[in-house]
Antibody, heavy 120, light 107 residues
Framework: EVQLVESGGGLVQIGGSLRLSCAAS????????MTWVRQAPGKGLEWVSI???????YYADSVKGRFTISRDDSKNTLLLQMNSLRAEDTAVYYC??????????????WGQGTLLTVSS | AIQLTQSPSSLSASVGDRVTISCRAS??????LAWYQQKPGKAPKLLIY???SLQSGVPSKFSGSGSGTDFTLTISSLQPEDFATYYC?????????FGGGTKVEIK
């Protein structure tokens, strides 16, 4: 059974750093495209970043240069390193999987989300 | 970035109604569009991919259509479990973008 479990959220000061993890089971993270999507309280969905099975990465303009997506293949885990955090980064962060190894057309499995609160 | 405009932003409907939600892209995205359902406090659920392909396990009352810039999600007969917020997402180019969402409420 495919499962994604996020962790690492919490309360961080403006300008601080945090790393989110997404532990996967039932499939191999490095064989799929993996993504992070966030949702600010009471707001819609916002795509954050994606990593291809080959390792290529893309980012939303709002996080480019501050966030880094990566994988720990030994732990079958997706990571999101977040630096220079801003109040507007406050959101529930979801990791999700594309079912394909070579293109993306939708994300079929999602984690339960982890809440990041950035405050002074 | 490609903008996705969903309409309406909210709607009230009754059980058994046929519901259609629109998603318009700011430029041609071919068929690179997905639809999701989200219930409060839960992660999104993939309903439709490639504009019109039904995700495995999703009831056939959900259908998607369209290509280019205009897309539609249709729920053929609304049931109590379908009251939720629906989002479209484009995969034509980066940054990937979502529509603003359509909240389907009980009339």
């Amino acid at each position: 059974e495919v499962q994604l479990v996020e962790s690492g959220g919490g309360l961080v000061q403006i300008g601080g750093s945090l790393r989110l993890s997404c532990a996967a089971s039932g499939f191999t993270v490095s064989s799929n495209y993996m993504t992070w999507v966030r949702q600010a309280p009471g707001k819609g969905l916002e795509w954050v970043s994606i990593i291809y099975s080959g390792g290529s990465t893309y980012y939303a303009d709002s996080v480019k240069g501050r966030f880094t997506i990566s994988r720990d293949d030994s732990k079958n885990t997706l990571l999101l390193q977040m630096n220079s955090l801003r109040a507007e980064d406050t959101a529930v962060y979801y990791c999700a999987r594309s079912p394909n190894w070579n293109y993306v057309s939708g994300f079929d499995y999602w984690g339960q989300g982890t809440l990041l609160t950035v405050s002074s | 970035a490609i903008q996705l405009t969903q309409s309406p932003s909210s709607l009230s409907a009754s059980v058994g109604d046929r519901v259609t939600i629109s998603c318009r892209a700011s430029q041609d995205i071919g068929s690179a569009l997905a639809w999701y359902q989200q219930k409060p406090g839960k992660a999104p659920k993939l309903l439709i991919y490639d504009a019109s392909s039904l995700q495995s396990g999703v009831p056939s009352k959900f259908s998607g259509s369209g290509s280019g810039t205009d897309f539609t999600l249709t729920i053929s007969s609304l049931q109590p479990e379908d009251f939720a917020t629906y989002y479209c997402q484009q995969f034509n180019s980066y940054p990937l973008t979502f529509g603003g969402g359509t909240k389907v409420e009980i009339k």
